[in-house]
């Protein structure tokens, strides 16, 4: 409909369809499938806000976490409605923000909130986040995935996902290194050629090393010698599959999926996964990603075979010893796989699957990204490896005052601006100056006062912030402690500034306080200590090129 008219008609003659069970979740997939699409109408591409007005009186019978961290993800604002007995733990996971959260005793009572979500809803003027995550295809998936020439198949991107848990345990461990190491023995390693990742997993999944970290193939048997598993009781596959399509088939890690060479993901696990693994499996297959799977000991079998692109390519054995066994059956697929053809049996209208993309922002995108440092006592000498580590990031980005822009900030009681956004114009400037920060003092870490400080000092036009010109803004935070003082309203400030904030946390900081502080859990890296700094590099790197926020003036607060 293009006019107000047939809309209220139409509305207007609405009759309930009735039912026993509410399955909110798969009824946000819905949307995100066929109604956020360009087919269906959706002018996102054009830069026209998406937002999704739910309106429920019960708890959801399904899995509401995945399809609404998806929405989130593909920019789309979702406020929640309830009444009756809808669950407000549930209402808040599903909105973009608590802000967005409205609740009634009784659906007669909606008028009263009518004023308040008339006010959102006219002010809201932008997408939120996206990024190179899940997100939503506007053009449904043609029968071939793209046109491969011969050169490209003879190269392969292969990433292994290993099982470090304790249905492995440490004394699998040279059994399976032995059988990757074998394998990659007989692979024609280098960076035109076969390129290799790795990831380890139990109750999380954590990146050992990239497509494009090694060339040679030396460095990574060397590396291999010195793996070592963490152990975990939690096995949660599922997360790792969607870990390694997020964060390792994408351009950014490595992968040359969008030149036609074959994308390849090899698992072996001991174990039953904890968690749901369908939608994982279903959505790497979807990206043309073909995954091999070995199990051993507790390893389920049907689940083995649903992971695995098709039957055939899952493999399974009474223990680790005779992993050896499956070494020429896994190899000759593993060298010989071509990209498939991926046929999506759905409806003919046009899907906007969630799948990962690997879109970098336009080269005409700005961004000023401000740096936020715990400089307290918590930090330590750990300070000189986030140095490093802030130096290797920049290296990365593309400096300049029409491109990106970097400020960094300490804090421990009271913060500290260090430099600002239009300080340095080039990479050198920026470079030679984070070389030389110093760790500042103070006891106390107020994170909140540290927050509300970047965006009223930090994120200005006279301190350089290009928002007003459609830079986007993004704040990384980086702490080695919980807070003293209330991040919650601060972080919320932030949001609502239309700053994007990601928050890397170790030692003793609170994982709960940093992600109240971000939009998605995608936006949190928690690490044990900052010697582990170095493997979220490629992640985080990734997050910078692809975030697009602009701002989100008017949310309620």
């Known amino acids: 409909y293009s006019s107000e008219d047939e809309i209220r008609s139409h509305v207007e003659g609405l009759r309930l369809r009735g039912g026993t069970s509410l399955n909110t979740g798969a009824a946000l ?44 993800q593909a920019a789309t604002m979702t406020f929640v409605i309830g009444s009756m007995n809808a669950d407000s733990v549930q209402m808040k996971e599903i909105a973009m923000d608590p802000g967005l959260v409205f609740n009634v005793q009784e659906f007669n009572l909606l008028p009263d909130i009518q004023e308040q979500v008339m006010t959102s809803l006219s002010t809201l003027a932008a997408p939120a986040v996206t990024h190179g995550k899940p997100t939503v295809n506007a053009e449904r998936p043609t029968d071939t995935i793209t046109v491969v020439t011969s050169d490209a198949q003879d190269k392969r991107d292969i990433v292994f996902l290993i099982d470090e848990s304790d249905y ?97 993901l090899v698992l072996i696990t001991g174990g039953r996964s904890g968690d749901d693994i369908t939608a994982s499996a279903d959505a790497l297959k979807r990206a043309a990603v073909i995954t091999f799977t070995v199990g051993a000991r507790n390893a389920d079998p049907a689940q083995l075979k649903e992971m695995a692109f098709e039957p055939r390519l899952a493999f399974n054995v009474r223990d680790f010893y005779s992993l050896s066994d499956t070494l020429e059956k896994v190899m000759t697929p593993l060298q010989r796989q071509r990209v498939p053809n991926v046929i999506i049996d759905e409806p003919e209208v046009l899907t906007g699957e969630p799948t990962v993309t690997s879109t970098e922002v336009s080269a005409v995108r700005k961004r000023d990204i401000v740096f936020l440092i715990d400089g307290s006592p918590g930090m330590g000498k750990s300070f000189l490896q986030i140095r490093n580590f802030l130096n290797k990031v920049i290296q990365e980005l593309d400096i300049g005052p029409d491109k990106d822009q970097i400020a960094v900030v300490q804090y421990s009681h009271d913060p500290k601006t260090e430099f600002e956004l239009n300080t340095y114009t080039s990479k050198d400037e920026v470079l030679a100056a984070t070389t030389q920060l110093r760790r500042k003092t103070g006891r106390v870490l107020n994170t909140g006062a540290a927050l509300n400080y970047v965006t009223k000092n930090v994120f200005i036009t006279s301190a350089g912030s290009r928002r007003d010109t459609g830079a986007t803004q993004i704040l990384v935070l980086i702490t080695a402690g919980k807070s003293r003082d209330d991040v919650g309203q601060a972080a919320f400030a932030v949001k609502r500034a239309g700053i994007v904030p990601i928050a890397i946390g170790a030692k003793s900081a609170h994982s709960a306080e940093l992600h109240q502080i971000v939009y998605s859990p995608d936006f949190v890296f928690v690490l044990q200590t900052f010697h582990n700094v170095p493997t979220i590099q490629q992640r985080l790197i990734s997050i910078l090129k692809q975030v697009s926020v602009e701002s989100l003036e008017g949310q309620p607060q």
């Open 29 to 72: 997939d819905s949307v995100l499938r066929y109604h956020f699409t360009k087919s269906a109408g959706s002018r996102k591409e054009d830069g026209v806000p998406q937002i999704l007005v739910l309106i429920t009186s019960g708890r959801s019978r399904d899995d509401v976490r995945l399809p609404a961290n998806a929405l989130k």
């Open 168 to 264: 492995v345990g440490s004394s699998n461990l040279p059994l399976v290194r032995d059988f990757i190491t074998r394998i990659i023995e007989n692979l024609d390693i280098g960076s035109d050629r076969v390129r290799v990742g790795l990831v380890l997993y139990s109750n999380i999944a954590e990146t050992e090393f990239y497509l494009n970290t090694y060339s040679r193939k030396d460095d990574l048997l060397s590396l291999l010698r010195s793996l070592r598993f963490k152990g975990g009781t939690t096995l949660n596959t599922g997360k790792a599959l969607d870990f390694v399509l997020r964060y390792h088939f994408t351009r950014s890690a490595g992968s040359r999926g969008e030149e036609g060479v074959p994308q390849l």
